[in-house]
């Protein structure tokens, strides 16, 4: 039973260029979840998709949108980087009637 | 990998050892809580949950505790081994399966051989 898998697993972009990441989520799991987390702190949640609409937002701005397919895989897009965007982005799956959520190994971004 | 907890507080302990993980948190609405372990370059695992009408729950060599007066969570670990080595998240959610979590700023456990 393969876990929540996200692609790919290191990026380098520029200051200015757009990104996105990809998640799959556990076998069964209908509903996924976006964080960031910079060094040494703990994640941050970013917004959450369900039915493929966005259900639930964090503080974060307009430059970072999402989506969720039919198969329940999603996508992380964040347009006009920042140098402060670098991070890890770690993607958590769950299901419906479940509040655990399990993560993936995450994308190190990292913004030049 | 990078290591993700360079400025986290940090508890030291023996090899067969029992440790003991705090975490304060900050919602009185707060009615899920998981605990997470986050090795160095890997996302974090889920260890073990409660919910707000329990106080206590076991799992193999874990206990969370959760004291809702004083909104205190622990996370206790029988007999550490080096594999327990890792960045330790608390989590806090509310409002059922819709959840976000919001979480702690972690603590680092270095188990000692």
């Known amino acids: 039973d393969a876990g929540v898998t996200q692609s790919p697993t290191h990026l380098i972009k520029t200051r200015g260029q757009q990104v996105t990441l990809r998640c799959s989520p556990k076998?069964?799991?209908?509903?996924v979840s976006w964080y960031q987390q910079a060094l040494g702190q703990g994640p941050q949640f970013i917004f959450q998709?369900?039915?493929?609409?966005?259900?639930q937002r964090g503080n974060f701005p307009d430059r970072f949108s999402g989506h969720q397919f039919p198969n329940y895989s999603s996508e992380l897009n964040v347009n006009a980087l920042l140098l402060g965007d670098s991070a890890l982005y770690l993607c958590?799956?769950?299901?419906?009637?479940?509040?655990?959520?399990?993560f993936g190994p995450g994308t190190r971004l990292l913004v030049l | 990998g990078e290591s993700v907890g360079l400025h986290l507080p940090t508890l030291s302990v023996q090899e067969g050892d029992n440790s003991i993980i705090n975490c304060a948190y900050s919602?009185?609405?707060?009615?899920?809580f998981i605990w997470y372990k986050q090795e160095s370059g890997k996302g974090p695992q889920f260890i073990i949950d409660?919910?707000?009408?329990?106080d206590k729950r076991q799992g193999q060599r874990v206990t969370v505790l959760l004291n809702k007066t004083v909104k205190h969570l622990s996370l206790q670990i029988a007999a550490t081994q080096p594999g327990d080595s890792a960045v330790y998240f608390c989590?806090?959610?509310?409002?059922?399966?819709?959840?976000?979590?919001?979480f702690g700023t972690g603590t680092l456990l270095a188990v000692q051989p």
């Open positions: 958590a799956s769950s299901s419906r009637g479940s509040e655990t959520q399990y």
């Open positions: 076998s069964g799991h209908d509903t």
């Open positions: 998709y369900y039915e493929e609409e966005e259900r």
């Open positions: 919602n009185s609405a707060s009615d899920y």
């Open positions: 409660i919910r707000s009408n329990m």
């Open positions: 989590a806090e959610g509310w409002g059922g399966a819709t959840n976000k979590l919001i």
